[in-house]
């Protein structure tokens, strides 16, 4: 039992009813983390600047984001230690303290005019940041919700995926042309510090011997029994579910790094018209989410992973013949979009269901560090594109990988009988 269960059961254990009426603040707060974690998915609008200023490569003014997710994978893991050991409070609140730290240092770069500058600052300490705060989403959140777990985690992480959406126009458009890159990354300190403290204030666990009453409507899920992550790694459960995340993540990131180039130049878009695809993309991967976890707890989680992974693939190795124009690329990118919503919403429910709640934080983290493998997929589908001049064979490569997972998927559902 963490410290701070012990704190919360002395206020909350005489007035069951009142938390299950407020427990929807945690999924509130879990949504708010995940807004401020995913503004990292904005850093595409500040690489033409600094290309332009500074006279990088794009690669180079990319680095700092790859570092990101890839620190961000690696921190999940004793993030989500600290998270079980200390109460998701204290943990979430450090992370927002290292936000506004990084951001705030990465707008010194019009003084530390250097590539390693951004990489140290926003890459290594903006991703340990990130990873202390996502580790406190899905956790407490699967404590207060046995009955509807998937669509709770779900609604708390859309958040994650509806950043780019909201905020990369508005930053291309009016923060950086008005304030600059330094400006808009102080700003991005600013707000990332204050919203995600004060989400962390918000965040706690049930109190001992929390239950939630079942009704027609709701009906609790059976607790698996707790595995230590000791234990865990050694199941194939783990490695199953491990390989299929990583294999669907190296998908969707691979379709939001290229969906736009493909539209510019194969389909001779507009940039702007090109962009759009995007936002398409971030509109169904943020509000897909709820919708992911409601089937997801209706139907089970495997079973929708099952079908979207037979649309991913689909959509993959014929996407060079279904997008043909404009309208039609829109909608490839929101099936695509659907896809990595449904796989990030449901993992932390599959792994709960896998696993059990106690060591939830450690647990996802160490099946979170797929994230980080997938993240390098767009680096190699960049360079296959260079190499063959065509998208064909990157994007028919994502199909065979959604179609391993699409197997990995049956076998968890058939053999193991994985909800």
């Given at each position: 039992m963490n410290t701070e269960t012990l704190a919360n059961s002395s206020t909350d254990r005489d007035k069951p009813n009142m938390a299950v009426k407020t427990r929807w603040t945690v999924p509130l707060a879990g949504f708010l983390l995940g807004l401020m974690g995913g503004l990292s998915y904005t850093w595409g609008v500040y690489v033409g600047p600094l290309a332009d200023r500074f006279r990088w490569t794009t690669a180079a003014a990319m680095l700092p984001f790859t570092v990101f997710m890839v620190v961000f994978a690696i921190a999940m893991v004793p993030a989500g230690r600290l998270q079980d050991r200390l109460g998701p409070r204290r943990i979430a609140s450090a992370g927002a303290l290292l936000f506004f730290a990084a951001y705030g240092l990465a707008a010194l770069v019009g003084?530390?005019?250097?590539?390693?500058?951004?990489?140290?600052?926003?890459?290594?300490?903006?991703?340990?940041?990130?990873?202390?705060?996502?580790?406190?989403?899905?956790?407490?959140?699967?404590?207060?919700?046995?009955?509807?777990?998937?669509?709770?985690?779900?609604?708390?992480?859309?958040?994650?995926?509806?950043?780019?959406?909201?905020?990369?126009?508005?930053?291309?458009?009016?923060?950086?042309?008005?304030?600059?890159?330094?400006?808009?990354?102080?700003?991005?300190?600013?707000?990332?510090?204050?919203?995600?403290?004060?989400?962390?204030?918000?965040?706690?666990?049930?109190?001992?011997?929390?239950?939630?009453?079942?009704?027609?409507?709701?009906?609790?899920?059976?607790?698996?029994?707790?595995?230590?992550?000791?234990?865990?790694?050694?199941?194939?459960?783990?490695?199953?579910?491990?390989?299929?995340?990583?294999?669907?993540?190296?998908?969707?990131?691979?379709?939001?790094?290229?969906?736009?180039?493909?539209?510019?130049?194969?389909?001779?878009?507009?940039?702007?018209?090109?962009?759009?695809?995007?936002?398409?993309?971030?509109?169904?991967?943020?509000?897909?989410?709820?919708?992911?976890?409601?089937?997801?707890?209706?139907?089970?989680?495997?079973?929708?992973?099952?079908?979207t992974c037979v649309i991913q693939a689909i959509t993959f190795l014929l996407f060079t013949t279904l997008a043909v124009d404009r309208g039609t690329l829109y909608m490839t990118s929101a099936f695509l979009g659907w896809g990595f919503a449904a796989t990030l919403a449901l993992f932390p429910t599959m792994t709960s269901n896998s696993f059990g709640t106690r060591h939830l934080g450690v647990n996802y983290g160490l099946v979170f560090t797929a994230f980080g493998v997938g993240a390098l997929a767009p680096t190699v589908g960049a360079t296959v594109f260079d190499v063959t001049g065509s998208y064909m064979p990157v994007f028919a490569s994502a199909g065979v990988l959604a179609g391993l997972a699409l197997v990995l998927f049956v076998v968890l559902n058939r053999r193991f009988h994985l909800r």
């Open positions: 003084r530390f005019p250097f590539v390693w500058w951004l990489t140290t600052s926003y890459g290594v300490l903006g991703g340990i940041a990130c990873g202390l705060t996502y580790a406190c989403v899905a956790p407490p959140v699967r404590k207060w919700f046995p009955d509807r777990p998937a669509f709770a985690v779900s609604t708390s992480v859309m958040g994650f995926g509806l950043a780019a959406l909201v905020f990369a126009p508005f930053k291309a458009a009016v923060l950086i042309p008005r304030f600059g890159v330094e400006g808009t990354l102080l700003m991005d300190a600013l707000m990332t510090g204050t919203i995600s403290l004060a989400a962390a204030s918000m965040l706690r666990n049930p109190p001992v011997g929390y239950a939630v009453p079942v009704t027609r409507s709701t009906v609790a899920f059976q607790a698996p029994r707790d595995l230590a992550p000791r234990d865990m790694t050694r199941s194939p459960i783990f490695w199953l579910l491990w390989t299929a995340l990583a294999l669907v993540v190296a998908g969707g990131l691979t379709s939001v790094g290229l969906i736009p180039s493909y539209g510019k130049l194969v389909l001779q878009l507009t940039p702007a018209s090109a962009a759009i695809a995007t936002s398409v993309f971030a509109g169904f991967n943020g509000f897909g989410r709820p919708l992911a976890g409601y089937l997801g707890d209706r139907f089970g989680s495997v079973r929708v992973m099952i079908v």
